[in-house]
């Protein structure tokens, strides 16, 4: 043998061993980040209880789930999702004080307030049930969504469920406090149950998103499925079930679903129609194991574009080209450079995507997004991804989509932001109000006392043609553990420009595997606080009491409702939610961008406020608020505002109101 030839035989070890050096170097570095003291010092949060209904804490709590034989040598990795929670306002008074939540503990759907709500704001907690629906011991709700899905100005809710499509519980004009006699339970896929057992497709649902899709002034839906269609909860299924067909490229999923709102009427009967636009994803891109779905209007055209977090491979952002009535998107996808690794390049990733969020992450006026990955040092060393947005204008970006090209860098590590560990819901919010996003992202898989990393591993070297079946997978029963221990974590940038996690410091780090966190504005003061939901363990809350927060502007905006005749009374608001409505501000420290987001990332759901940091600035903020009306007409206006809580009827012009 040559010498070349042995050099050439001898290259792929040696990249291998540079690859994994620099893994743990990058790795090490992202943990010991400097001023993490510093940091966390100006943070303050404090966990309070979350009423639940009576009696509640003295039920049979859950630590697994049942499932189909087939599973049940891997029951504790099929039991490892379905924890949720939102934070919204559920009383129709304008502040963001009540919650929904899923707990695996006792696969319940549980409305209550938060903590923070007044004497006004505060009801029984209760269970969301779905009878007269059909539903049985072979479901289980993975996700609670607050919306408004008539148009009337009253919260209702879309829960999510393994074993059966979602369910929508809309409020009756006739209520006059959150209980379980004040919903509805209607089929959000139209089905029939003659005999009182459900008939329906047996969906796996672990994301929804939320949005007005087609410019129509309403709220349509993306449902991302997980496993495909079959028995995955029944001990006594048929054996129709599988697991992924690769653990880079799988394909072979429930996949993703879009519903188009059609219609809706409110009332003491109220409902609401949606039909599936079967077309509207690309299906070669539609059929991947969804975690995460979310998005926001990236050209300014007043149409939200989407990304798609699926496990075990690529990630999708979709460009919205949809018109009234029809539902439309294409594929953009990033462009590889030589110095650019594939996962990086966004639509080419083989990384294990579980959630998503989208905001303003280096406060320009341009919509940036985060997906959360496995990142496990010594286990799956992948990345998150941090997609900075590099297109010149709005113009730009359009031209860019158009043509099938997202412009888009991948960049977490040098945010600060690449490695936390086996990571899920990520939501970024400004919790000082000084003009900075923060984020939070919920972390850990399965929780028990034998490490069986090193049987994942194993897994992770098979053959794709093995994998589609669940008997080639390696036990994973009660008591072991796959990255268990860790904690929820709390990003904060330092005096540099660079997160650091600071969740130990601010005593936020619970080793209980985290899958959702909600923010909101509780208090109507302009202050973020958050909930998180636990898999296997209680949901907490946590107060912002943050000793030196900055000034705010937050925006309640409302397009007017359906039911006039209603406005203000019992669980009615002021109007309905301004669905897609998006607002730039400018101020000496320059620009910034946010949404009302009606809905999305994985079953962690934030409020409907439009919340931006000022620090210390006391000046007019110039707003440019752009909105559809209830017809779908697209405006646009630039209002000069103080530092505060405004709330604003949308119509042909933006005309502030009274909150009630």
Same mark, same amino acid.
């Given at each position: 043998?040559?010498?070349?030839?042995?050099?050439?035989?001898?290259?792929?070890?040696?990249?291998?061993?540079?690859?994994?050096?620099?893994?743990?170097?990058?790795?090490?570095?992202?943990?010991?980040?400097?001023?993490?003291?510093?940091?966390?010092?100006?943070?303050?949060?404090?966990?309070?209880?979350?009423?639940?209904?009576?009696?509640?804490?003295?039920?049979?709590?859950?630590?697994?789930?049942?499932?189909?034989?087939?599973?049940?040598?891997?029951?504790?990795?099929?039991?490892?999702?379905?924890?949720?929670?939102?934070?919204?306002?559920?009383?129709?008074?304008?502040?963001?004080?009540?919650?929904?939540?899923?707990?695996?503990?006792?696969?319940?759907?549980?409305?209550?307030?938060?903590?923070?709500?007044?004497?006004?704001?505060?009801?029984?907690?209760?269970?969301?049930?779905?009878?007269?629906?059909?539903?049985?011991?072979?479901?289980?709700?993975?996700?609670?969504?607050?919306?408004?899905?008539?148009?009337?100005?009253?919260?209702?809710?879309?829960?999510?469920?393994?074993?059966?499509?979602?369910?929508?519980?809309?409020?009756?004009?006739?209520?006059?406090?959150?209980?379980?006699?004040?919903?509805?339970?209607?089929?959000?896929?139209?089905?029939?149950?003659?005999?009182?057992?459900?008939?329906?497709?047996?969906?796996? %649902?672990? /994301?929804?998103?939320? !949005? $007005? #899709?087609? @410019?129509? +002034?309403? &709220?349509?839906?993306?449902?991302? *499925?997980? =496993?495909?269609?079959?028995?995955?909860?029944?001990?006594?299924?048929?054996?129709?079930?599988?697991?992924?067909?690769?653990?880079?490229?799988?394909?072979?999923?429930?996949?993703?679903?879009?519903?188009?709102?059609?219609?809706?009427?409110?009332?003491?009967?109220?409902?609401?129609?949606?039909?599936?636009?079967?077309?509207?994803?690309?299906?070669?891109?539609?059929?991947?194991? %969804?975690? /995460?779905?979310?998005? !926001? $209007? #990236?050209? @300014?055209? +007043?149409? &939200?574009?989407?990304?798609?977090? *699926?496990? =075990?491979?690529?990630?999708?952002?979709?460009?919205?080209?949809?018109?009234?009535?029809?539902?439309?998107?294409?594929?953009?996808?990033?462009?590889?450079?030589?110095?650019?690794?594939?996962?990086?390049?966004?639509?080419?990733?083989?990384?294990?995507?579980?959630?998503?969020?989208?905001?303003?992450?280096?406060?320009?006026?341009?919509?940036?997004?985060?997906?959360?990955?496995?990142?496990? /040092?010594?286990?799956?060393?992948?990345?998150?991804?941090?997609?900075?947005?590099?297109?010149?204008?709005?113009?730009?970006?359009?031209?860019?989509?158009?043509?099938?090209?997202?412009?888009?860098?991948?960049?977490?590590?040098?945010?600060?932001?690449?490695?936390?560990?086996?990571?899920?819901?990520?939501?970024?919010?400004?919790?000082?109000?000084?003009?900075?996003?923060?984020?939070?992202?919920?972390?850990?898989?399965?929780?028990?006392?034998?490490?069986?990393?090193?049987?994942?591993?194993?897994?992770?070297?098979?053959?794709?043609?093995?994998?589609?079946?669940?008997?080639?997978?390696?036990?994973?029963?009660?008591?072991?553990?796959?990255?268990?221990?860790?904690?929820?974590?709390?990003?904060?940038?330092?005096?540099?420009?660079?997160?650091?996690?600071?969740?130990?410091?601010?005593?936020?780090?619970?080793?209980?595997?985290?899958?959702?966190?909600?923010?909101?504005?509780?208090?109507?003061?302009?202050?973020?606080?958050?909930?998180?939901?636990?898999?296997?363990?209680?949901?907490?809350?946590?107060?912002?009491?943050?000793?030196?927060?900055?000034?705010?502007?937050?925006?309640?905006?409302?397009?007017?409702?359906?039911?006039?005749?209603?406005?203000?009374?019992?669980?009615?608001?002021?109007?309905?939610?301004?669905?897609?409505?998006?607002?730039?501000?400018?101020?000496?420290?320059?620009?910034?961008?946010?949404?009302?987001?009606?809905?999305?990332?994985?079953?962690?759901?934030?409020?409907?406020?439009?919340?931006?940091?000022?620090?210390?600035?006391?000046?007019?903020?110039?707003?440019?608020?752009?909105?559809?009306?209830?017809?779908?007409?697209?405006?646009?206006?630039?209002?000069?505002?103080?530092?505060?809580?405004?709330?604003?009827?949308?119509?042909?012009?933006?005309?502030?109101?009274?909150?009630?």
């Amino acid at each position: 043998m040559t010498l070349n030839k042995r050099l050439r035989r001898l290259v792929p070890g040696v990249l291998a061993v540079a690859v994994a050096t620099t893994l743990f170097f990058g790795a090490d570095s992202a943990v010991s980040v400097s001023e993490g003291a510093q940091t966390a010092a100006k943070y303050t949060f404090h966990e309070l209880p979350i009423a639940l209904p009576p009696g509640y804490d003295n039920q049979h709590m859950n630590t697994i789930r049942q499932v189909n034989p087939a599973y049940q040598k891997i029951r504790s990795w099929i039991s490892a999702v379905g924890a949720g929670v939102a934070i919204n306002d559920v009383t129709g008074h304008g502040r963001a004080d009540g919650m929904c939540l899923v707990d695996t503990r006792t696969n319940k759907v549980i409305v209550t307030h938060t903590p923070t709500a007044p004497a006004a704001d505060r009801f029984t907690p209760f269970t969301l049930d779905a009878a007269p629906l059909p539903y049985d011991d072979t479901m289980a709700p993975t996700g609670c969504a607050a919306g408004d899905f008539t148009g009337d100005g009253r919260m209702g809710f879309l829960v999510t469920y393994w074993g059966r499509t979602p369910i929508l519980f809309l409020p009756k004009s006739t209520a006059t406090t959150p209980s379980p006699s004040a919903y509805v339970p209607q089929e959000l896929v139209a089905s029939q149950s003659p005999d009182g057992t459900y008939h329906g497709p047996r969906w796996n %649902t672990d /994301a929804v998103y939320i !949005a $007005d #899709l087609d @410019g129509s +002034g309403h &709220p349509s839906i993306i449902v991302g *499925n997980y =496993f495909p269609d079959s028995d995955v909860l029944d001990p006594h299924g048929l054996k129709n079930v599988a697991m992924t067909n690769s653990l880079s490229s799988g394909n072979n999923a429930g996949g993703d679903h879009v519903l188009r709102w059609h219609d809706a009427a409110s009332g003491a009967h109220p409902s609401a129609r949606y039909v599936e636009e079967k077309d509207a994803i690309p299906f070669q891109i539609s059929t991947g194991w %969804t975690l /995460a779905i979310s998005g !926001a $209007d #990236l050209t @300014g055209d +007043g149409l &939200p574009e989407a990304y798609i977090a *699926n496990d =075990f491979g690529h990630g999708h952002l979709l460009y919205n080209q949809s018109t009234p009535g029809h539902i439309k998107f294409t594929e953009a996808k990033g462009v590889r450079t030589g110095t650019t690794p594939k996962s990086f390049v966004l639509g080419n990733g083989s990384f294990k995507g579980m959630g998503v969020d989208f905001a303003d992450l280096n406060s320009n006026g341009r919509f940036d997004f985060f997906v959360s990955n496995i990142n496990v /040092a010594w286990g799956l060393q992948e990345s998150n991804l941090l997609f900075i947005n590099h297109a010149a204008d709005q113009a730009d970006m359009t031209k860019q989509l158009s043509k099938g090209v997202a412009p888009f860098e991948q960049e977490a590590q040098q945010y600060g932001l690449a490695w936390t560990g086996w990571c899920w819901d990520v939501k970024a919010g400004d919790f000082l109000n000084q003009g900075e996003q923060d984020v939070i992202q919920t972390d850990g898989f399965v929780k028990g006392t034998n490490n069986r990393w090193n049987w994942l591993q194993e897994a992770a070297t098979e053959n794709d043609d093995l994998l589609s079946n669940p008997a080639m997978w390696p036990n994973f029963q009660p008591g072991d553990d796959v990255s268990g221990h860790e904690a929820l974590a709390f990003y904060a940038k330092n005096s540099s420009g660079t997160y650091v996690n600071v969740s130990s410091r601010l005593g936020l780090a619970e080793p209980t595997p985290t899958r959702a966190v909600a923010t909101g504005d509780t208090t109507g003061t302009g202050t973020l606080d958050f909930a998180v939901a636990r898999q296997w363990g209680p949901p907490a809350f946590y107060a912002n009491q943050a000793p030196d927060r900055g000034n705010a502007l937050e925006l309640k905006l409302y397009r007017p409702s359906t039911d006039p005749s209603g406005t203000g009374k019992g669980l009615e608001g002021i109007g309905a939610p301004a669905y897609g409505a998006t607002v730039q501000i400018t101020t000496p420290q320059g620009t910034q961008i946010s949404q009302l987001d009606g809905g999305g990332g994985h079953v962690g759901f934030r409020s409907f406020d439009v919340h931006f940091g000022i620090g210390s600035y006391r000046g007019p903020v110039s707003a440019r608020v752009q909105w559809r009306d209830v017809d779908g007409g697209l405006h646009q206006q630039t209002l000069k505002l103080d530092p505060g809580v405004h709330t604003f009827m949308l119509t042909g012009t933006a005309q502030e109101v009274s909150s009630r």
